[in-house]
């Protein structure tokens, strides 16, 4: 979205020279279409049981085999999440108590061009198999890489500004000269994701979609009369 605002001044030197000064107000969004770079595998470990611990044992059991499957990995960064244990249906009445145990884990590891890594997805395939259910399967850019998205956008923006700035101010017969303000508002998009999976009939498949990033620009310029 483009917007533009002109307003004038009266400026006077003397008794003599005047001249009329626009200041222009513009906006100018940037974009950089960029390939996910990293991975993220988003998994639950869900048991039941008539007692807690026994859900909760279950749950720990399969986690620890999980973690241990996860760090063998070396190229992945793994972190268990939220725990939680819950009494399923009303527990006064007769029937059998049960409970639910659940922990979660997340894995992320490097896509560079988007493509994971065959550790990756052997990895993500194996948990499936193991009892895992997976939630989320998602490509995102790193830390580094949304900096050299969000830079490349940035400077999308400015050539769209001074593009529109030298346009109108050719337009008035005016230079445009240098921005005396700039405001700049970055929008970074979510995570390309996955639908979850509960069962792995086949190796997990993953080729995520680029990015885009966008950075949008507001400055002002204030115009001089051409000599």
Wanted: with cysteine; hydrophobic share 45%.
């Amino acid at each position: 979205m483009k917007t533009l605002l002109l307003s004038c001044l009266l400026f006077c030197l003397g008794q003599s020279a005047c001249w009329a000064q626009t200041t222009l107000n513009l906006s100018a969004v940037g974009t950089d279409i960029a390939a996910p770079d990293e991975m993220t595998a988003r998994f639950s470990v869900m048991a039941q049981a008539p007692t807690a611990a026994a859900a909760q044992t279950s749950v720990n059991q399969t986690m620890a085999k999980a973690l241990a499957a996860a760090n063998s990995a070396k190229i992945v960064a793994v972190t268990t999440g939220s725990y939680f244990v819950n009494a399923l249906g009303d527990q006064t009445t007769p029937q059998k108590p049960m409970f639910q145990a659940e922990q979660t884990l997340q894995v992320q590891g490097p896509a560079p061009g988007g493509k994971a890594s065959g550790v990756f997805l052997d990895l993500v395939s194996q948990l499936q198999r193991d009892g895992l259910l997976l939630r989320q399967l998602s490509g995102q850019l790193s830390a580094g890489g949304e900096d050299a998205a969000k830079a490349a956008a940035t400077v999308d923006a400015i050539h769209k500004l001074q593009a529109q700035a030298n346009a109108v101010a050719q337009m008035l017969g005016d230079k445009p000269g240098t921005p005396k303000t700039l405001n700049i508002d970055n929008h970074m998009p979510g995570p390309v994701v996955f639908s979850a999976m509960r069962v792995a009939a086949a190796p997990v498949q993953s080729q995520p979609g680029p990015l885009t990033i966008s950075v949008t620009i507001n400055a002002t310029f204030v115009l001089t009369p051409r000599t």
